[in-house]
């Protein structure tokens, strides 16, 4: 690590410390530690998105909200978290935990920032191309909007995201791979000694 990234990582886990024990508690949850972990994140984001649906509000609305929630949290939280949770019940696993949460946040945020850089480098370097390639996914973009449901499509990718950190922590595409893998493989087997018989 570079004297500016653990710079970068230290300046986080500052701004982060106040939050420390609902990253801990969100970082739980998101990994799925306990098995109904999965079925709670499915349940709250379809509720939330379900009472979107039946509210039908306007975007600014939406929002002005949403804005309105974030500010009320933010000033709330620091004063609600001291009865809901003790500075004597934090320990060391938690800490380890909220650490690595910080140097997880600050590799995304060190990359987001390379993707940046590197699309605004390509810009100046291969202009025509960069038009081209960002005109054709901005295209693509506009279309999967017209034909799908902005809420349904925000849905599918908020369920995506939340579900992403768990899915990677259980490995569940190594054990879908694993079982396809074992499942063809077994159908191979078996074709093959059909063709065996049959010569």
Not at 80 to 91: A, E, G, K, Y
Not at 116 to 122: N, V
Request: include cysteine; proline fraction near 3%; charged fraction near 20%.
């Amino acid at each position: 690590m570079s004297v500016e990234q653990k710079r970068a990582y230290n300046k986080l886990k500052h701004d982060m410390e106040p939050w420390r024990n609902l990253i801990v508690q969100l970082d739980s949850v998101l990994s799925w530690e306990k098995n109904f972990y999965p079925a709670i994140i499915a349940a709250a984001i379809s509720t939330f998105y379900l009472l979107l649906w039946a509210l039908d509000m306007s975007t600014v609305t939406t929002l002005a909200l949403a804005g309105l929630f974030a500010l009320a949290i933010d000033f709330l939280y620091p004063s609600v978290s001291r009865f809901l949770f003790s500075p004597d019940n934090w320990n060391g696993s938690q800490e380890e935990q909220f650490e690595r949460v910080c140097t997880q946040l600050c590799n995304l945020k060190s990359t987001l920032s390379g993707w940046y850089e590197y699309l605004f480098s390509a810009k100046e370097r291969k202009s025509t191309l960069f038009v081209t390639i960002m005109s054709v996914a901005l295209l693509t973009l506009a279309w999967i909007g017209t034909i799908i449901n902005n809420l349904l499509l925000m849905y599918l990718i908020t369920m995506v995201l939340a579900l992403y950190p768990g899915v990677q922590e259980k490995g569940v595409f190594y054990k879908i791979k694993d079982y396809f893998g074992c499942a063809v493989n077994s159908k191979l087997q078996q074709l093959r000694e059909k063709n065996k018989k049959t010569d």
